[in-house]
């Protein structure tokens, strides 16, 4: 965090300057495209192009953002729309096809909820949410199955399993959060390594619960660390700790933030999958501005709970960093006739899809991030020295400082001869 006035003055303003852009873009958006269009991806900088999206998992991000929207700038039309947006996925609080309902309501209902919507309607959705979501755990194995296949585990369910703790949580239902855990912990082992990396997919053998290996869709290869996957993980394991605060996901979180701090470039901005190769078309020179803004809001949020200061320093700086480099080399206004918020992000390498564009997923959790560093910037740094204790606990009488005698001022001990009895004293 920047200490001295005039580079939090420069960094506030970088950042909100990119924040008002994206809340424009939004608005342009809402103009342009017709109220049931949910954007996913640009194609060339458009959005309305992205037709290829298997689950609709993108969905609440964008009316996600004008809740954003609403808390920061209190207009009650940004409100509106947001919610006009957010029930029509009402009825997706029973799809049992997606793992992706932490992504979907937690974005919206959720932070309907935060801004005093009304809790009647609200909680019972995503209570709702949390029980559906709930359902695709697998016995044989202890976790919440992806929705490839019933032998798969994604790292991207660790956003996704917020929602059952929210519901367990909410109902005291003991069944729901020891889903909860114990599909935090198959992901712990088996999806994170020891060095703080993550692997995008573990596939599990159904009759004896027994893990594989692990496997990758969107990464280089199952071995290797997909940059949004460590995303997920860090901030997926970071919200399960404020939620519960058991230590294990913080400790988790902590490993994924080391390992991103100790691999992403200096400027903050992270490649596509750090073990990618140098050179050809998958190579590295991709960065995935998606990865970079999800990890600058989870270490924030990391930076809050962390006990170690000096760690904690280091993920707050990191994360600025992080948002500065996007907001100075990859906003949208770059690009001529742009649509985004984000450039550089991507949906699906390997199918070609939404790669160096903006995706949803990126932009909202930009735009998450934006928001919570500036309101950590907006807060009065702390004093760099210790001021006097105010006097107002003392009576009046007491107010007036008065100095004790000094040693000079006072009178010398008076010498007696050794082993002489003073003549004070009477025996």
């Known amino acids: 965090m920047p200490n001295l006035p005039r580079e939090r003055e420069a960094t506030h303003r970088t950042l909100q300057s990119a924040f008002d852009f994206a809340l424009n873009q939004v608005k342009l958006l809402t103009e342009k495209y017709p109220s049931d ?23 609440g991000f964008y009316p996600g953002l004008m809740f954003i929207f609403a808390e920061a700038t209190r207009d009650e039309e940004w409100l509106d729309k947001a919610i006009a947006y957010s029930t029509p996925l009402e009825g ?44 695709r755990f697998m016995e044989k194995g202890q976790y919440l199955r992806s929705f490839v296949e019933p032998a798969s585990l994604f790292i991207d ?64 290869r199952g071995d290797s660390c997909w940059s949004r996957g460590l995303a997920w993980s860090l901030y997926g394991f970071t919200r399960s700790y404020l939620q519960t605060r058991e230590a294990d996901y913080l400790e988790t979180a902590m490993l994924n933030a080391d390992y991103y701090l100790e691999n992403t470039p200096d400027d903050g901005v992270t490649p596509w999958d750090y073990d990618a190769p140098e050179s050809g078309p998958l190579a590295k020179t991709q960065v995935d501005t998606s ?64 790669v160096h564009e903006a995706v949803l997923f990126g932009e909202y959790f930009f735009v998450e991030a934006l928001d919570k560093a500036l309101k950590a910037l907006s807060q009065e740094p702390a004093p760099r020295t210790v001021t006097p204790y105010p006097e107002d606990s003392l009576p ?19 010498e007696e001869p050794q082993g002489k009895i003073p003549t004070e004293v009477k025996k």
Not at 197 to 204: G, I, M, N, P, R
Not at 294 to 306: C, E, N, W
């Open 37 to 59: 269009y949910y954007p996913m991806y640009t194609v060339g900088g458009k959005f309305g192009l992205d037709r290829k999206r298997w689950t609709h998992w993108c969905d």
């Open 92 to 135: 997706r609080q029973y799809d049992r096809a997606v793992h992706d309902l932490g992504f979907i309501f937690l974005s919206t209902y959720q932070r309907w909820l935060d801004l005093n919507g009304p809790a009647d309607r609200i909680k019972p959705v995503l209570i709702q949410a949390g029980k559906t979501m709930a359902m």
């Open 396 to 414: 009046a009488s007491a107010r007036q400082w008065q100095d004790g005698p000094t040693e000079e001022s006072m009178p010398a001990p008076t």
């Open 157 to 220: 369910i660790m956003m996704n399993v917020g929602v059952i703790f929210y519901a367990g949580l909410e109902t005291e239902d003991a069944h729901l959060l020891d889903i909860a855990r114990r599909h935090c912990l198959t992901t712990q082992r088996t999806l994170v390594r020891g060095d703080g990396s993550t692997s995008h997919e573990a596939l599990f053998d159904l009759v004896t619960g027994e893990c594989l290996r692990q496997s990758t869709h969107q990464g280089y």
């Open 291 to 354: 990865a970079c803004a999800i990890a600058a809001s989870g270490l924030l949020d990391l930076a809050a709970v962390t006990p170690d200061r000096i760690k904690a320093r280091a993920y707050r700086n990191f994360a600025l960093t992080s948002l500065l480099t996007l907001s100075q080399k990859y906003l949208g206004n770059q690009t001529p006739g742009f649509e985004g918020i984000l450039n550089g992000g991507v949906y699906h390498i390997h199918k070609k899809l939404g």
